[in-house]
C-alpha cells in the first residue's frame, strides 16, 4: 500500500557531498513523518534525520551542521543533502515514513565515503 523508494547513494570522497531522495507512492504524503536513517558495520539503524509533517526537523548529533532533511508534499519526495561527508558516514541509507501505527521502509541506498 505504501512504498518508499531511495536513490542517489554512491561514492564520494571525503569533504565531497551527496543529495539522496526518497519517493513515496502514498494518497496523501503530506500525512507522515519522514525520516532518514543508517545502517553501518553493525546490524542496527539509527535514526540521521527525520521532518514532521508540520517541516520541523531533527538531527542526530553527528550530522549536524552537515546534513540537512527536506521534504516536498507536491512530490512526495524526502530529501538529504549530505556535505562535508567523512569515511565514518559510509553506511547503507534507508528512508522511512510513520503514520500512527503504521511505519515503512525503503530497500536503502549505499553511501560510501572514500580516498
Known amino acids: 500500500q505504501v512504498q518508499l523508494v531511495e536513490s542517489g547513494g554512491g561514492l564520494v570522497q571525503p569533504g565531497g557531498s551527496l543529495r539522496l531522495s526518497c519517493a513515496a507512492s502514498?494518497?496523501?504524503?503530506?500525512?507522515?513523518?519522514m525520516g532518514w536513517y543508517r545502517q553501518g558495520p553493525g546490524l542496527q539503524r539509527d535514526l540521521v534525520a527525520q521532518?514532521?509533517?508540520?517541516?520541523?526537523?531533527n538531527y542526530a548529533d553527528f550530522v549536524k551542521g552537515r546534513f540537512t532533511i527536506s521534504r516536498d508534499n507536491a512530490k512526495k519526495t524526502v530529501y538529504l543533502q549530505m556535505n562535508s561527508l567523512k569515511p565514518e558516514d559510509t553506511a547503507v541509507y534507508y528512508c522511512?515514513?510513520?503514520?500512527?501505527?503504521?511505519?515503512?521502509w525503503g530497500q536503502g541506498t549505499l553511501v560510501t565515503v572514500s580516498s
Open positions: 522511512n515514513a510513520y503514520r500512527g501505527r503504521l511505519e515503512v
Open positions: 502514498v494518497t496523501i504524503f503530506s500525512f507522515y513523518t
Open positions: 521532518i514532521s509533517t508540520s517541516g520541523i526537523t
